[in-house]
């Protein structure tokens, strides 16, 4: 049981770092396209994307809210 639940909880962590850097990109892209600033964000985001539920729940979030 405990295998099965760190393969589950891998796989989300990889699922959400795509997650995450797509979220970084966007938020990159629409505060002007900075090299630094992107790096920035994929640090944040990547490690809420550690936790099972918060980086889904961020991506969510940034596709609702329009950063412009």
């Known amino acids: 049981m405990i295998g099965l639940l760190g393969i589950v909880w891998y796989i989300v962590i990889i699922v959400q770092g795509f997650l995450a850097l797509g979220t970084a990109y966007r ?3 629409a505060n002007g396209d900075n ?33 412009k």
């Not at 994929?42 to 950063?67: C, M, N, R, T």
Request: hydrophobic share 40%; aromatic share 22%.
């Open 27 to 29: 938020k990159t892209k």
């Open 35 to 67: 090299g630094v600033s992107l790096y920035g964000w994929s640090i944040l985001y990547g490690l809420a994307a550690v936790i099972p539920y918060l980086g889904y729940h961020l991506w969510k979030q940034s596709k609702e809210y329009d950063f």
